[in-house]
């Protein structure tokens, strides 16, 4: 960041709190739609560490949720006891920091491969099934109309599973094995209206981990109304196990246990059948990412060796996706 980015961060948070300070705004690493900063700030002489997210372009793409909408989200899941970082500030246009949001920096650790494998984290891996579960139930249990006031994107299963297949077809590539894994979601993926809200990247990787589990649920930028058991089929894609393929419960827990807990949270009683469906159709979705960050760098559109090696992933996705539809699980 710039000293004037500094300087206008300092400002923001002058909006929010008295005697602030900024001692250092440093870059971390983001998602291909979010720039996140730790932010080293005092207030009344005291140490403040914050994260500000704000949108990588400015501002958020044509069809994706407003900043401002997923920090009132993020409020809202807190309200209903789902462990987030507090909201410190929204951004405003004068800011001149495009759009975004401050929010309290939560201790813990967000790098999945270390909380997943390091012994000091053994017992947080035992408690994240049941303690992912729990704010899965309570997350898709609020009301729709607590965000009748929101741009969450919304519609039925079928439009969803069209539009990812026009994405797919962008690319101008052929892939049998995606081509086969969209005919047999259209066979299975029925047309249901939306009925909860649905976090859209609940995984290892956008969680904070501390000794006792679950800290923080981070990245609500995909947030929208739909089926809650799309959060527990993306969650146990094998993307996100981060090489700990044996637990497919993001890379710390078993199927039939997260299930269980979910249920005994008070979430819906879920159908084997139906959380597999998901798991396919999550499977595939991580797919089209990969050819997404692939074809950034192919392109031209964003050069960086990262979207490249994560686009030749897309082979790894295949296998998966075979498995998957041949045996049931991986």
């Known amino acids: 960041m710039t000293m004037i980015a500094t300087e206008a961060v300092a400002a923001l948070l002058s909006r929010v709190a008295e005697d602030v300070g900024i001692v250092a705004v440093?870059?971390?690493?983001?998602?291909?739609?979010?720039?996140?900063y730790a932010v080293d700030a005092t207030r009344g002489g005291v140490a403040w560490p914050l994260i500000l997210q704000c949108a990588a372009a400015g501002e958020v793409a044509e069809g994706g949720l407003p900043k401002a909408d997923q920090a009132a989200l993020q409020m809202l899941a807190g309200r209903h006891g789902i462990p987030v970082a507090p909201v410190v500030a929204v951004l405003q246009p004068d800011d001149g920091l495009g759009a975004g949001f401050v929010m309290t920096r939560i201790d813990?650790?967000?790098l999945a491969p270390r909380w997943l494998k390091l012994p000091e984290y053994a017992a947080a891996r035992t408690a994240m099934t049941g303690q992912c579960a729990a704010v899965l139930a309570r997350l898709h249990a609020i009301p729709l109309a607590d965000v009748a006031g929101l741009a969450l994107p919304g519609g039925g299963i079928e439009a969803?599973?069209?539009?990812?297949?026009?994405?797919?077809?962008?690319?101008?590539?052929a892939s049998p094995v995606f081509d086969l894994a969209f005919a047999w979601l259209a066979e299975r993926c029925g047309d249901s209206a939306p009925a909860a809200i649905v976090h859209g990247d609940f995984r290892s990787g956008n969680f904070i981990v501390d000794h006792d589990g679950l800290a923080a649920v981070l990245d609500w930028e995909l947030a929208h109304l739909g089926e809650g058991a799309e959060d527990l089929g993306w969650l146990c894609a094998n993307a996100w196990r981060f090489g700990v393929w044996q637990n497919p419960v993001g890379g710390f827990g078993q199927r039939e246990a997260l299930y269980d807990a979910y249920a005994a949270a008070g979430g819906a009683r879920i159908d084997r059948g139906r959380a597999h469906m998901w798991e396919v159709w999550g499977t595939l979705r991580w797919g089209l990412s990969c050819l997404q960050l692939g074809n950034d760098h192919v392109s031209g559109r964003v050069k960086s060796v990262e979207r490249a090696a994560i686009g030749r992933r897309t082979s790894e996705v295949e296998l998966d996706l075979l498995h998957l539809i041949k045996f049931g699980d991986i």
Do not use: I, N, Q
Not at 26 to 36: H, K, P, Y
Not at 160 to 173: I, P, Q, T
């Open 108 to 110: 813990g650790e967000a």
């Open 160 to 173: 969803a599973r069209a539009r990812m297949f026009e994405h797919y077809r962008s690319f101008g590539v």
């Open 26 to 36: 440093t870059a971390l690493s983001g998602g291909a739609a979010s720039a996140t």
